[in-house]
Nanobody, 129 residues
């Protein structure tokens, strides 16, 4: 059974930092693109960041560029999202997602949530002002 389990969410004040983790199991994720998405209350789920199978290429939403960093550890089947300089607009449920990387990696292609086959249950991040 394929599972993605997020952790590391919580409450933090504006300007603070959090590190989210996503643990993958049930299949080989080392060939997958791994992504983070988020959904704020009353809004649609949106793309945050993704990373290619090797970790050598990353892509970010403009809203988080320069503040968030995605990374992965294929030996541990984990992906991380380091979030710095958080602001209240970052409050959302954060989801980890995975899909087998088919051929050439494209930042814009894998920013679409419809590309992903596997999803976690999400972890809540709340940023207070």
């Amino acid at each position: 059974q394929v599972q993605l389990v997020e952790s590391g969410g919580g409450s933090v004040q504006a300007g603070g930092s959090l590190r989210l983790s996503c643990a993958a199991s049930g299949r080989t994720f080392s060939n997958d693109v791994m992504g983070w998405f988020r959904q704020a209350p009353g809004k649609e789920r949106e793309f945050v960041a993704h990373i290619n199978w090797s970790g050598g290429s990353t892509y970010y939403a403009d809203s988080v560029k320069g503040r968030f960093t995605i990374s992965r550890d294929n030996a541990k089947a984990m992906v991380f999202l380091q979030m710095n300089s958080l602001n209240p607009e970052d409050t959302a449920v954060y989801y980890c997602a995975a899909v087998f990387q088919r051929g050439y990696w494209s930042g814009t292609y894998y920013s679409q949530q419809s590309r992903y086959d596997y999803w976690g249950q999400g972890t809540q991040v709340t940023v207070s002002s």
